[in-house]
T-cell receptor, first 115, second 111 residues
Framework: AQSVTQLGSHVSVSEGALVLLRCNYS??????LFWYVQYPNQGLQLLLK??????LVKGINGFEAEFKKSETSFHLTKPSAHMSDAAEYFC?????????????FGAGTRLFVKA | DTAVSQTPKYLVTQMGNDKSIKCEQN?????MYWYKQDSKKFLKIMFS???????INETVPNRFSPKSPDKAHLNLHINSLELGDSAVYFC??????????FGPGTRLTVL
């Protein structure tokens, strides 16, 4: 079985500070890993994804994440937070199975950015 | 062009009623999903359909039933609505890479 754990339901940073959102996963086979962002009253949008290849993945809006197999982690970072980054962030793991893929989401982390 | 669309966007109804939410995707994906997002923003997968066959059925009440008339559509029917069903329901679709494309969500409020 696969699962996703996001450490910290709320993270607060100052504008211009480093953003670090933590995600750990468990999967019996190499998974595909994703970060999604949800702005207020909107659906989910893909930030970035890891499938194979380079373990450091760059996404939109200056975000990046590093896949560390030994730590079963896929933490999301951004060097300098912007007010517009305030949103809910979801880590997700997807694994193929007979007939299709199943995507499981973490509980989400709400990012607050202070002026 | 909208990739995944849902209707209605908002749905307010009384307890005990039966309602449906429609979902359509124009991406040609083989797999479609329904997710429930509760008030704490936790996303839980409810159903997954592949090529018109239910392949994953999570432990949701049997009052919820997915209906897929064709590969591009996956509708969600809910019978005998309860207060606890109030949530935002997201439809999604995916292909081989596993990346899910989400609809805008349907906010269901049961009074």
């Amino acid at each position: 079985a696969q699962s996703v754990t996001q450490l910290g339901s709320h993270v607060s940073v100052s504008e211009g500070a480093l953003v670090l959102l933590r995600c750990n996963y468990s999967s019996s086979v190499p998974p595909y890993l994703f970060w999604y962002v949800q702005y207020p009253n909107q659906g989910l949008q893909l930030l970035l994804k890891y499938t194979t290849g380079a373990t450091l993945v760059k996404g939109i809006n200056g975000f990046e994440a590093e896949f560390k197999k030994s730590e079963t982690s896929f933490h999301l970072t951004k060097p300098s937070a912007h007010m517009s980054d305030a949103a809910e962030y979801f880590c997700a793991v997807s694994r193929g199975s007979t007939g299709g893929f199943k995507t499981i989401f973490g509980a989400g982390t709400r990012l607050f950015v202070k002026a | 062009d909208t990739a995944v669309s849902q209707t209605p966007k908002y749905l307010v109804t009384q307890m005990g009623n039966d309602k449906s939410i429609k979902c359509e995707q124009n991406l040609g994906h083989d797999t479609m999903y329904w997710y429930k997002q509760d008030s704490k923003k936790f996303l839980k997968i409810m159903f997954s359909y592949n090529n018109k066959e239910l392949i994953i059925n999570e432990t949701v009440p049997n009052r919820f039933s997915p209906k897929s008339p064709d590969k591009a559509h996956l509708n969600l029917h809910i019978n005998s609505l309860e207060l606890g069903d109030s949530a935002v329901y997201f439809c999604a679709s995916s292909q081989e890479t596993g990346r899910a494309f989400f609809g805008p969500g349907t906010r269901l409020t049961v009074l």
